[in-house]
């Protein structure tokens, strides 16, 4: 088996594969991103699967997936939530208890995130940070319970938040600038005439590479996280001794705990980026 | 090792070829997100972020007038106070002159009072004196007038018992000086 992989053919290693794969060889780590992928199915093992409906629309799989039924949740709890803290805001103006911390919460994002990223005219934007904020921190929270699924480590979500990010920070600069004047400001003053037509281009893909980096940075510290907790655990069975579960279970906590910290982090940095490039786009004098 | 290592390797690409990729984009997710998003932005803005920011904005506001109210009052309390002070200094300053001016006219009015009564003193005693002088003279006179008398009638009397000369002569001075000097 060994000489055969050294033969260092895609061949090769594709029989490998197969062949380690029929011998129900312990090398199969999908049971890591079986956790963290998509599915067609609630798993709450070992009690069982919950079937989703796949819908099957103009040619597009618009299936619910776990994903999706977590996203709803979200939607759901969000709207809950929010309704109840505005609703203690008519009976004062002071909050108590759970309004109070959420209050704290969304004093932080227009106070220490948005207001001094974009600065002037910045109210318009607050609905879409304010919402993106608290979407993104609920599914990573979401994601921590047992059971659940993390729907922000899933590149599709991620990069159509970003997406959405996206048009509206171009939305906001032209609102500002014009259309013209908007794309005239990417490029900033004093290039040489013969360089403009290159840093146009190059003004172009820095626009495309921020919500790129968007997406793959939500994407990336959210899966990391779960992939690394579970890797833990996985210690266990793949040096089939109980002994190292203590070492494996203190460490896999400790890595629980720092989610909670990335959770924060992770709907924070999503927040104040798009913010910043708002700022940028709207206010383009450098 | 190595061939361990690259067996792992391609067990995870393996893997994902069966179940859809770590970086699989699955279109009916972004569809789904898309949806989602825009619902939950919808409802928020409506239900929560419109009430709330204005609430926040709304105390903010109550806040920074009711802190600008207070410095105004305080800043009135510490004129009222500067103001009430000086008006206090002003009356303490009034009440001074006040009471020295009345320990000046108390003074002037006793020193006055204490000369008056001085003349008035000195004019009756020398009344009294006057007066003791004339009655002094006034008695001595009707003394006299008496003793004269007295003396008639003594030597009326002697005369009718013994009319002896050398006896009277003797009688009449030793009844002389009998009597008082002045």
């Known amino acids: ?146 059971y659940s699924a993390t729907f922000p480590s899933n590149i599709s979500v991620t990069a159509t938040l970003a997406a959405i990010s996206f048009f509206v920070i171009q939305a906001g600069g032209i609102r500002k600038n014009g259309l013209f004047g908007y794309f005239k400001g990417l490029v900033p003053h004093g290039v040489p005439f013969w360089l403009l037509p290159v840093m146009f281009i190059v003004e172009i893909l820095g626009l495309l590479t921020k919500p790129f980096a968007l997406a793959i940075r939500l994407f990336a510290n959210m899966t990391a996280g779960h992939i690394v907790i579970l890797a833990l655990l996985g210690l266990i069975f793949i040096l089939k001794t109980p002994f190292v579960a203590p070492v494996s279970i203190a460490f896999a906590l400790f890595i629980y705990l720092l989610e909670i910290l990335v959770a924060l982090i992770q709907a924070y940095i999503f927040t104040m980026l798009s913010s910043l490039f708002i700022g940028m786009a709207v206010h383009q004098e450098h | 090792m190595l061939a361990m290592f690259n067996l792992a390797f391609i067990a995870l690409i393996e893997a994902e070829e069966h179940k859809g990729g770590l970086l699989d984009v699955n279109p009916g997710l972004i569809f789904w997100t898309v949806i989602t998003f825009l619902i939950l932005l919808f409802i928020l803005k409506k239900v929560a972020w419109k009430p709330i920011i204005g609430a926040l904005d709304e105390r903010e506001n109550f806040i920074k007038d009711s802190m600008q109210r207070a410095e105004a009052a305080k800043n009135e309390a510490e004129r009222l106070l500067e103001e009430n002070k000086a008006n206090l200094a002003r009356a303490e300053e009034d009440a001074q002159k006040v009471i020295a001016q009345g320990r000046e006219f108390a003074e002037k009015l006793k020193a006055q009072i204490l000369s008056e009564s001085k003349t008035e003193a000195q004019k009756m005693i020398e009344n009294a004196s006057a007066e003791i002088k004339r009655k002094n003279v006034e008695a001595f006179e009707s003394l006299k007038a008496e003793v004269a008398m007295i003396a008639v009638q003594a030597a009326e009397k002697i005369l009718r018992e013994n009319l002896d000369k050398e006896k009277q002569n003797n009688l009449v001075n030793k009844f002389i000086d009998e009597l008082p000097k002045n």
């Open chain 1, 1 to 146: 088996m060994v000489t055969y992989i050294q033969a260092d053919t895609v061949k090769a290693v594709q029989d490998t594969i197969s062949q380690a794969a029929a011998k129900g060889g312990n090398t199969d780590s999908g049971w890591i991103l079986h956790h963290i992928l998509d599915a067609n199915y609630l798993d709450f093992e070992p009690f069982g699967k919950i079937p989703l409906p796949q819908i099957h629309l103009f040619g597009l799989d618009l299936s619910i997936t776990r994903h999706v039924v977590f996203m709803w949740l979200a939607l759901v709890l969000l709207v809950v939530i929010f309704a109840s803290v505005a609703k203690s805001y008519k009976k004062s103006l002071v909050p108590k208890g759970f309004s109070n911390l959420m209050e704290l919460l969304v004093v932080f994002v227009r106070d220490e995130i948005i207001r001094p990223t974009i600065g002037k005219g910045y109210e318009k934007f607050l609905p879409y940070l304010l919402t993106v904020f608290f979407f993104i921190l609920i599914g990573n929270f979401i994601g921590l319970i047992p």
